[in-house]
Protein backbone atom coordinates (compact mmCIF):
# COMPACT_ATOMS: atom_id res chain seq x y z
CA UNK A 1 0.00 0.00 0.00
CA UNK A 2 0.92 3.40 -0.92
CA UNK A 3 0.48 6.52 0.95
CA UNK A 4 0.39 9.91 -0.85
CA UNK A 5 -0.05 13.25 0.75
CA UNK A 6 -0.78 16.44 -1.02
CA UNK A 7 0.00 19.34 1.22
CA UNK A 8 -1.24 22.50 -0.22
CA UNK A 9 -4.71 22.74 -2.08
CA UNK A 10 -3.98 23.67 -5.31
CA UNK A 11 -4.11 27.47 -5.92
CA UNK A 12 -0.77 29.98 -5.37
CA UNK A 13 1.82 29.20 -3.29
CA UNK A 14 1.54 31.22 0.05
CA UNK A 15 4.02 33.59 1.42
CA UNK A 16 7.21 31.63 3.20
CA UNK A 17 7.19 31.97 6.97
CA UNK A 18 10.61 33.12 8.96
CA UNK A 19 12.98 30.28 9.58
CA UNK A 20 14.08 29.36 13.10
CA UNK A 21 16.66 31.46 14.77
CA UNK A 22 18.85 28.39 15.07
CA UNK A 23 18.78 27.20 11.45
CA UNK A 24 23.13 26.19 10.63
CA UNK A 25 23.19 27.45 7.17
CA UNK A 26 23.63 31.09 5.55
CA UNK A 27 20.86 30.86 3.33
CA UNK A 28 21.85 34.36 1.72
CA UNK A 29 24.93 32.24 0.72
CA UNK A 30 23.62 29.40 -0.41
CA UNK A 31 21.11 31.06 -2.83
CA UNK A 32 24.21 33.11 -4.69
CA UNK A 33 25.37 31.14 -7.63
CA UNK A 34 28.22 29.19 -6.74
CA UNK A 35 31.36 29.05 -8.79
CA UNK A 36 31.51 26.00 -11.42
CA UNK A 37 33.58 24.25 -14.19
CA UNK A 38 32.17 22.26 -17.13
CA UNK A 39 33.68 19.36 -17.32
CA UNK A 40 31.97 17.52 -20.27
CA UNK A 41 29.60 19.20 -22.95
CA UNK A 42 29.63 17.11 -25.85
CA UNK A 43 26.94 14.69 -25.15
CA UNK A 44 23.39 14.92 -24.26
CA UNK A 45 24.38 14.81 -20.61
CA UNK A 46 26.63 17.29 -19.67
CA UNK A 47 28.97 16.97 -16.34
CA UNK A 48 30.22 19.74 -13.95
CA UNK A 49 32.00 20.65 -10.53
CA UNK A 50 30.57 23.66 -8.58
CA UNK A 51 32.22 24.78 -5.26
CA UNK A 52 30.20 23.55 -2.05
CA UNK A 53 30.96 24.50 1.32
CA UNK A 54 34.19 23.93 3.41
CA UNK A 55 35.53 20.25 5.12
CA UNK A 56 37.40 20.41 8.27
CA UNK A 57 38.43 24.00 7.20
CA UNK A 58 38.96 23.01 3.18
CA UNK A 59 37.25 24.20 0.52
CA UNK A 60 35.21 21.56 -1.41
CA UNK A 61 33.58 21.16 -4.89
CA UNK A 62 30.52 18.78 -5.66
CA UNK A 63 29.87 17.14 -8.71
CA UNK A 64 26.97 16.86 -10.86
CA UNK A 65 25.02 15.97 -14.29
CA UNK A 66 23.28 18.34 -15.87
CA UNK A 67 20.81 17.59 -18.72
CA UNK A 68 17.85 19.86 -20.60
CA UNK A 69 15.63 19.10 -23.93
CA UNK A 70 18.65 22.11 -25.74
CA UNK A 71 21.49 19.48 -24.65
CA UNK A 72 19.22 16.86 -25.94
CA UNK A 73 19.40 18.55 -29.17
CA UNK A 74 15.80 19.43 -29.09
CA UNK A 75 14.30 22.51 -30.29
CA UNK A 76 11.71 24.71 -28.91
CA UNK A 77 10.85 26.73 -25.85
CA UNK A 78 13.91 28.33 -24.27
CA UNK A 79 12.57 29.08 -20.84
CA UNK A 80 11.68 25.53 -19.54
CA UNK A 81 11.01 24.42 -15.85
CA UNK A 82 13.63 23.12 -13.46
CA UNK A 83 14.07 19.54 -11.63
CA UNK A 84 16.79 18.83 -8.47
CA UNK A 85 17.43 15.19 -7.96
CA UNK A 86 18.46 14.19 -5.26
CA UNK A 87 20.07 10.47 -4.42
CA UNK A 88 19.61 8.35 -1.64
CA UNK A 89 21.70 6.45 0.62
CA UNK A 90 24.17 4.57 -1.60
CA UNK A 91 23.61 6.55 -4.27
CA UNK A 92 25.37 8.93 -6.45
CA UNK A 93 24.26 11.68 -9.17
CA UNK A 94 22.85 9.48 -11.77
CA UNK A 95 23.25 10.32 -15.79
CA UNK A 96 20.26 8.46 -16.73
CA UNK A 97 17.93 10.07 -13.98
CA UNK A 98 18.97 13.67 -15.53
CA UNK A 99 18.15 12.95 -19.28
CA UNK A 100 14.97 11.48 -18.36
CA UNK A 101 13.63 14.16 -16.77
CA UNK A 102 15.20 16.24 -20.14
CA UNK A 103 13.55 13.96 -22.24
CA UNK A 104 9.94 15.22 -20.59
CA UNK A 105 10.54 18.92 -20.99
CA UNK A 106 12.85 19.43 -17.73
CA UNK A 107 16.03 21.16 -17.18
CA UNK A 108 17.46 19.11 -14.64
CA UNK A 109 20.67 18.60 -12.45
CA UNK A 110 21.50 15.81 -10.15
CA UNK A 111 24.91 15.87 -7.57
CA UNK A 112 26.95 13.68 -5.78
CA UNK A 113 26.83 14.02 -2.42
CA UNK A 114 29.25 11.65 -0.91
CA UNK A 115 32.29 13.54 -1.88
CA UNK A 116 32.73 11.56 -5.48
CA UNK A 117 32.84 12.50 -8.94
CA UNK A 118 32.30 10.36 -12.20
CA UNK A 119 31.87 6.65 -11.63
CA UNK A 120 32.23 7.15 -7.53
CA UNK A 121 35.52 8.15 -7.84
CA UNK A 122 36.44 9.90 -4.90
CA UNK A 123 37.34 13.67 -5.06
CA UNK A 124 40.75 15.21 -4.03
CA UNK A 125 38.36 17.87 -2.87
CA UNK A 126 35.27 16.66 -1.75
CA UNK A 127 32.95 16.89 0.57
CA UNK A 128 32.26 14.08 3.31
CA UNK A 129 31.35 10.62 2.37
CA UNK A 130 27.91 8.93 3.03
CA UNK A 131 28.71 6.17 5.30
CA UNK A 132 27.29 5.44 8.70
CA UNK A 133 30.58 7.05 10.09
CA UNK A 134 29.69 10.34 8.92
CA UNK A 135 25.64 10.35 8.87
CA UNK A 136 25.91 9.18 13.00
CA UNK A 137 29.34 9.00 14.52
CA UNK A 138 30.52 12.31 13.72
CA UNK A 139 27.14 13.96 16.20
CA UNK A 140 30.14 15.39 18.30
CA UNK A 141 31.86 17.31 15.92
CA UNK A 142 30.62 21.12 14.80
CA UNK A 143 27.57 20.85 12.30
CA UNK A 144 30.24 21.78 9.53
CA UNK A 145 31.66 19.00 9.81
CA UNK A 146 28.29 16.92 9.60
CA UNK A 147 27.08 15.06 6.39
CA UNK A 148 23.52 16.42 6.53
CA UNK A 149 24.64 20.34 6.75
CA UNK A 150 26.96 19.50 3.70
CA UNK A 151 24.30 17.41 2.06
CA UNK A 152 21.47 20.27 2.49
CA UNK A 153 24.08 23.04 1.70
CA UNK A 154 24.96 21.38 -1.51
CA UNK A 155 21.12 20.53 -3.02
CA UNK A 156 20.88 24.08 -2.16
CA UNK A 157 24.06 25.10 -4.20
CA UNK A 158 23.12 23.07 -6.88
CA UNK A 159 19.49 24.63 -7.26
CA UNK A 160 20.97 27.90 -6.97
CA UNK A 161 23.09 26.75 -10.12
CA UNK A 162 20.42 25.80 -11.95
CA UNK A 163 18.03 28.54 -11.66
CA UNK A 164 20.84 30.41 -13.16
CA UNK A 165 20.97 28.81 -16.84
CA UNK A 166 19.24 30.99 -19.74
CA UNK A 167 17.28 28.24 -20.77
CA UNK A 168 15.63 27.85 -16.92
CA UNK A 169 12.46 29.68 -15.87
CA UNK A 170 13.70 30.36 -12.34
CA UNK A 171 9.73 30.09 -11.22
CA UNK A 172 9.14 26.88 -11.93
CA UNK A 173 11.46 24.55 -10.33
CA UNK A 174 10.61 21.39 -8.86
CA UNK A 175 12.69 19.42 -5.71
CA UNK A 176 12.43 15.27 -5.73
CA UNK A 177 14.44 12.74 -3.62
CA UNK A 178 14.42 9.20 -3.01
CA UNK A 179 15.19 7.47 0.33
CA UNK A 180 17.96 9.52 2.12
CA UNK A 181 17.21 12.10 -0.68
CA UNK A 182 13.76 12.04 0.62
CA UNK A 183 14.65 13.14 3.77
CA UNK A 184 17.17 15.93 2.33
CA UNK A 185 13.70 16.90 0.20
CA UNK A 186 11.98 16.94 3.16
CA UNK A 187 14.79 19.66 5.08
CA UNK A 188 15.96 21.73 1.44
CA UNK A 189 12.25 22.52 0.88
CA UNK A 190 12.10 24.34 4.05
CA UNK A 191 14.32 26.05 4.15
CA UNK A 192 15.40 26.76 0.25
CA UNK A 193 11.76 28.94 -0.46
CA UNK A 194 12.49 29.44 -4.07
CA UNK A 195 10.76 25.91 -4.97
CA UNK A 196 7.63 25.19 -6.55
CA UNK A 197 6.84 21.85 -5.67
CA UNK A 198 8.69 19.20 -3.12
CA UNK A 199 8.37 15.37 -3.64
CA UNK A 200 9.97 12.95 -1.36
CA UNK A 201 9.71 9.78 -1.58
CA UNK A 202 10.57 6.93 0.81
CA UNK A 203 12.19 9.68 3.35
CA UNK A 204 11.05 11.52 6.54
CA UNK A 205 12.08 13.32 9.69
CA UNK A 206 11.66 11.45 13.23
CA UNK A 207 14.47 9.03 12.73
CA UNK A 208 15.69 8.77 16.18
CA UNK A 209 12.30 7.92 16.95
CA UNK A 210 11.35 5.11 15.05
CA UNK A 211 13.34 3.97 12.06
CA UNK A 212 15.77 0.98 11.00
CA UNK A 213 18.36 3.33 12.78
CA UNK A 214 16.56 3.17 15.90
CA UNK A 215 18.29 0.94 17.61
CA UNK A 216 21.43 0.00 15.26
CA UNK A 217 23.00 3.81 15.42
CA UNK A 218 20.44 5.85 18.51
CA UNK A 219 20.99 3.16 20.42
CA UNK A 220 25.14 2.63 20.78
CA UNK A 221 24.86 6.54 21.39
CA UNK A 222 25.20 8.40 24.81
CA UNK A 223 22.62 10.64 26.78
CA UNK A 224 24.73 13.72 25.69
CA UNK A 225 25.23 12.17 21.57
CA UNK A 226 21.66 11.52 22.01
CA UNK A 227 20.40 14.88 23.03
CA UNK A 228 22.99 16.48 20.39
CA UNK A 229 20.92 14.78 17.67
CA UNK A 230 17.50 15.79 18.63
CA UNK A 231 18.56 19.27 18.86
CA UNK A 232 20.21 18.92 15.26
CA UNK A 233 16.29 17.52 14.12
CA UNK A 234 14.60 19.70 16.25
CA UNK A 235 15.99 22.04 13.81
CA UNK A 236 15.70 20.03 10.88
CA UNK A 237 12.13 18.88 12.27
CA UNK A 238 10.82 22.91 12.23
CA UNK A 239 12.45 23.70 8.76
CA UNK A 240 10.41 20.48 7.73
CA UNK A 241 7.06 22.36 8.52
CA UNK A 242 7.89 24.86 6.97
CA UNK A 243 7.83 23.31 3.76
CA UNK A 244 3.96 23.52 3.19
CA UNK A 245 3.65 27.27 3.32
CA UNK A 246 6.08 27.69 0.59
CA UNK A 247 5.37 25.48 -1.75
CA UNK A 248 2.77 22.23 -3.10
CA UNK A 249 4.26 19.23 -1.78
CA UNK A 250 3.81 15.11 -2.58
CA UNK A 251 5.25 13.03 -0.17
CA UNK A 252 5.04 9.35 -1.26
CA UNK A 253 5.96 6.05 0.87
CA UNK A 254 5.24 2.92 1.39
CA UNK A 255 3.32 0.87 4.47
CA UNK A 256 6.39 -2.05 3.55
CA UNK A 257 9.03 0.47 3.98
CA UNK A 258 10.69 -1.23 6.57
CA UNK A 259 13.60 1.60 7.26
CA UNK A 260 11.09 4.67 7.61
CA UNK A 261 7.62 3.37 9.14
CA UNK A 262 4.79 5.33 7.77
CA UNK A 263 4.17 6.73 11.90
CA UNK A 264 7.71 7.65 10.89
CA UNK A 265 6.23 10.25 8.62
CA UNK A 266 4.56 12.48 10.53
CA UNK A 267 6.29 15.78 9.40
CA UNK A 268 3.74 15.50 6.41
CA UNK A 269 1.58 17.97 7.73
CA UNK A 270 -1.84 16.85 6.39
CA UNK A 271 -4.47 14.69 5.54
CA UNK A 272 -3.03 11.59 4.17
CA UNK A 273 -4.93 8.96 1.81
CA UNK A 274 -4.99 5.86 0.42
CA UNK A 275 -3.35 5.93 -3.60
CA UNK A 276 -6.04 4.09 -5.74
CA UNK A 277 -3.50 1.73 -7.22
CA UNK A 278 -0.24 0.37 -7.24
CA UNK A 279 3.21 1.91 -7.18
CA UNK A 280 2.70 3.00 -11.24
CA UNK A 281 0.21 5.62 -9.95
CA UNK A 282 2.55 7.01 -7.09
CA UNK A 283 5.15 7.44 -9.79
CA UNK A 284 2.25 8.97 -12.29
CA UNK A 285 1.63 11.07 -9.74
CA UNK A 286 5.11 12.23 -9.76
CA UNK A 287 5.27 13.22 -13.30
CA UNK A 288 1.79 15.07 -12.98
CA UNK A 289 2.61 17.41 -9.68
CA UNK A 290 5.55 18.77 -11.39
CA UNK A 291 3.99 19.07 -14.73
CA UNK A 292 0.67 20.62 -13.03
CA UNK A 293 2.76 22.79 -10.73
CA UNK A 294 5.92 23.83 -12.85
CA UNK A 295 3.88 24.17 -16.50
Known sequence: MLLVTISQSLGFAAESLPLPK???????????????????????????????EKYRGKPTRVFAYYASPKTLGK???????????????????FANWVELWAKRGYAAIAMDLAGCGEGRQRLPDGGPNQSHTEMFSTIDEPLENQWSY???????????????????????????????????????AGVDDRFTVAMPVYGCGYLRENSVWKKEEFGKMTQSQSDKWHRWHRCCRKSCLIAPSSC????????????????????????????PGSSRWMFRSLIWLPSACCR
Open 22 to 52: ETPWDLAALKKVPAFEWIRQKSGVHSMLYAG
Open 150 to 188: HAVANVVRGHSLLRSFKEVDADRIALTGISWGGYLTCIV
Open 248 to 275: WRLPASSCADRSRPGHACRCRRSCTRDA
Open 75 to 93: SGDDNVPGIVLVHGGGGTA
